[in-house]
Each structure stands twice: as C-alpha cells, then as structure tokens.
C-alpha cells in the first residue's frame, strides 16, 4: 500500500466548533463541532478531492509517497 503524508491544522472558530484544514490540497477543509470531528471531516474532504482528481487524470498534490504495512494514527484529544 503507498501513503502519502498531509498537514491537517485545526482552528477553534469564533462562532463556536472548530476548522480543520490541509494548506497543501486547495479546498481541503471542513467543519466540525469537535477538533476531532473537523479532522474526520477535512479527511474526507481530502478523500473526495484525491478520487475527483484521480477521475480526471489530474496530478494530485503529494509530497511524498513510501510503501507501507501498517499504518498507525495520532489524533490530539481535548481531555479539559
């Protein structure tokens, strides 16, 4: 299996819930009412635009891919 590797920030939004973003794919972004749902959600927002573009044969911004095995997930979690 390849990976590629992608930057997800999360923001805290004014209005209450929080914007999680990928800067290197445009349009990646979403909302959720948790950081964790942000990210779930920006993740398929990434999902959806690599198969839109793959679809159309357009490159796809990736930094870097490697083969892997396994793949392991850190997700940071608001315990306060």
């Known amino acids: 299996m390849k990976i590629a590797d992608f930057d997800i920030t ?9 914007l999680a973003r990928c800067d290197d794919i445009q349009g990646a972004f979403a909302e959720g009412d948790i950081p964790e749902d942000a990210i779930a959600n920006c993740i398929s927002v990434i999902d959806m635009i690599i198969a839109y573009r793959r679809e159309r044969n357009k490159q ?3 930094k870097e891919q490697r ?3 396994s793949v392991s997930v850190s997700i940071p979690v608001l315990v306060s």
């Open 10 to 18: 999360v923001q805290e939004n004014e209005g209450g819930g929080y």
């Open 60 to 62: 796809i911004p990736l």
């Open 67 to 69: 083969e892997i095995e």
